[in-house]
Nanobody, 122 residues
Framework: QVQLVESGGGLVQAGGSLRLSCAAS????????MAWYRQAPGKQRELIAR???????IYADSVKGRFTISRDNAKSTAYLQMNTLKPEDTGVYYC????????????????WGQGTQVTVSS
C-alpha cells in the first residue's frame, strides 16, 4: 500500500522560506519520479516540481528560481525547498510518486495524501 506523508508547512511572511518533506512507503522510492503540487484556494491543483529517479528536475514557471525539489533515496523522502515566498504561494501542498513525468500530471493521479498547508502573509 502506497503511503505519502507531507509535512513542513506553516505560516511564513513574504520573502521567507520553508522546507517541505514527503515521506514515502510502500513503493520502490528510488525507481519513482517524485512530484510536488499546489492547490490554492478556489483553484485547481497545479504541478509545480518534478524530479526523476536520476535527479533531473522540471519546474513550473511560477516557482522556477525560487523552489528546489530534491530527494534522498536512502530515506525514501522528497523535499521542496521554498525560498522568497510570495502570498500567491499560499495553498495546500501535495506530493506524489509515479513511473514517469507524464504519469504525474494532476489529471492522471487518483490518490492523494492529506497535504500540508502553506500560508504566506504579506
Amino acid at each position: 500500500q502506497v503511503q505519502l506523508v507531507e509535512s513542513g508547512g506553516g505560516l511564513v511572511q513574504a520573502g521567507g522560506s520553508l522546507r517541505l518533506s514527503c515521506a514515502a512507503s510502500g513503493i520502490i522510492f528510488s525507481a519513482n519520479v517524485m512530484a510536488w503540487y499546489r492547490q490554492a484556494p478556489g483553484k485547481q491543483r497545479e504541478l509545480i516540481a518534478r524530479i526523476s529517479s536520476g535527479g533531473s528536475t522540471i519546474y513550473a514557471d511560477s516557482v522556477k528560481g525560487r523552489f528546489t525539489i530534491s530527494r534522498d533515496n536512502a530515506k525514501s523522502t522528497a523535499y521542496l525547498q521554498m525560498n522568497t515566498l510570495k502570498p500567491e504561494d499560499t495553498g495546500v501542498y501535495y506530493c506524489n510518486a509515479g513511473p514517469s513525468f507524464t504519469a504525474l500530471h494532476p489529471s492522471r493521479v487518483s490518490s492523494w495524501g492529506q497535504g500540508t498547508q502553506v500560508t504566506v502573509s504579506s
